[in-house]
């Protein structure tokens, strides 16, 4: 078994690590599969490619070694496995490339499921030519960021069909342009395994065409350049209008992953879930959530009197009559998602807690205050569709402890609405304009 070694991890100038692509954006498919490697048993150069694998969330290739023989899978270099491609032998499926999620061993992939997923082709134009931007995934956020990806495929390749396989959950947010979408009734539960069903699918599309790549699917897209409206059709926070629109705030709040006032607090909340109890004595952890984010829009209020606020989050409703407008809900579709996303939209900072259900927030939002766990640390950022490129991304995105209390929350809020006018004309008006946002 080799671990990560030169061998395996080439490390060229123009591409930096992982696979050497002639164009770093695709991962040829057909007619010629992607095997600009060596064996993941021998080394020899440019193993035989066999066919490729739709199993889900990963897309393999299946390789026979011209010099020792060996037959095996091996990640194609797309979404989250990039720079981390697993290679396992076809029958014995025995690791030769370990790498940092070695999937294979996991127990949702030891039998494929039957009858799997339903598949549904829809085509918008045709093209013989395409490429496959796979989003399947089993976190909403990197289905989302995958997603993301097919700005840049419409834009830079407009000669090609893009074809986007995507949960149904997701379609709504599929961008206008592409040639197809390939719809999988699939929850994001269900993603982690091997679905046969889908490999016989794309099997049956793909003889239609002369031509196909792999979209990359980078798992952290650079968002200044996305347009999120081409998304979900709703037009982002104009910064221009930052200073002549009332504030408004609204507050995301999970009730799966809450804000903490204490370490005793998130402690005792550790404990009840481990004892079973969270459905009972876990509601008096999200009234807290509720009162401290009260606090903060009092607070805000007494600061900034034409201050307004709004509130969502998958819960039931109530408890902010008279000082919030409150959007919460227990029912989830595209109906509440683009009821949210025009609130973030009218939203000069959103708050919220780490975690993937604030990429949308923020890539309609002006601003953000984030609470952000200690355990989370090295996510730093990942959940945030970041807009600016320029040194508003300070001013306008702050990162809280997860214990501040409600009176730091409120204090960042106002400063990001009452020195907005100046620090934006230090910073982006009075330069070069290098930079500038807007
Ligand atoms: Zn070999």
């Not at 780490?354 to 996510?379: C, K, Q, V, W």
């Amino acid at each position: 078994m080799n671990r990560t070694s030169e061998r395996t991890w080439r490390i060229d100038a123009d591409h930096g690590p992982g696979p050497v692509l002639v164009n770093r954006d695709l991962v040829p498919l057909r007619p010629a599969l992607f095997n600009n490697f060596n064996c993941e048993h021998c080394g020899a150069p440019g193993p035989a490619p066999v066919r490729d694998v739709f199993i889900g969330i990963q897309i393999l290739g299946e390789y026979a070694c011209g010099s020792c023989g060996t037959r095996f899978f091996r990640d194609l270099p797309v979404g989250f496995q990039v720079d981390l491609p697993l290679a396992f032998t076809t029958e014995e499926r025995r690791i030769l490339h370990w790498n940092a999620e070695p999937w294979i061993t996991y127990p949702e992939y030891a039998v494929p499921t039957d009858p799997g997923p339903r598949t549904e082709r829809k085509v918008y134009r045709e093209h013989d030519r395409i490429i496959v931007l796979n989003t399947l995934d089993h976190l909403y956020g990197h289905v989302l960021l995958k997603l993301y990806n097919a700005q840049h495929y419409l834009d830079h390749y407009k000669d090609r069909g893009l074809v986007v396989i995507v949960p149904r959950m997701f379609e709504w947010l599929v961008p206008k342009g592409v040639a197809e979408t390939w719809v999988v009734d699939q929850k994001l539960s269900q993603a982690r395994a091997w679905h046969p069903a889908i490999d016989r699918f794309v099997q049956e599309q793909l003889p239609r065409y002369k031509e196909v790549d792999l979209a990359r699917g980078w798992g952290h897209p650079n968002m200044a350049g996305v347009d999120i409206s081409r998304f979900t059709g709703v037009e982002p926070f104009p910064l221009d209008q930052y200073v002549s629109t009332a504030p408004h705030i609204t507050f995301v709040a999970r009730t799966d992953r809450l804000w903490f006032r204490t370490t005793l607090g998130k402690l005792c909340y550790r404990a009840i879930g481990a004892l079973g109890l969270r459905n009972s004595l876990g509601r008096w952890f999200t009234y807290r959530q509720s009162a401290m984010m009260r606090s903060v829009m009092r607070r805000v209020k007494r600061a900034l009197p034409d201050a307004s606020f709004t509130v969502v989050g998958l819960a039931p409703s109530g408890g902010f009559e008279g000082l919030a407008e409150d959007l919460r809900t227990m029912r989830m579709d595209t109906g509440t998602e683009l009821q949210w996303c025009r609130a973030y939209a009218r939203s000069h900072i959103v708050v919220g807690v780490h975690g993937s259900n604030m990429l949308l927030p923020t890539a309609h939002a002006a601003g953000l205050i984030e609470i952000l766990p200690r355990d989370r640390f090295g996510n730093f950022g990942q959940d945030v569709s970041i807009r600016y490129r320029d040194r508003m991304q300070l001013f306008l995105y702050r990162f809280v402890d997860e214990f501040a209390d409600p009176g730091t929350v409120a204090r960042n809020a106002v400063s990001m609405i009452r020195h907005f006018t100046v620090y934006h004309r230090n910073n982006i008006t009075n330069t070069f304009g290098l930079h500038r946002t807007s």
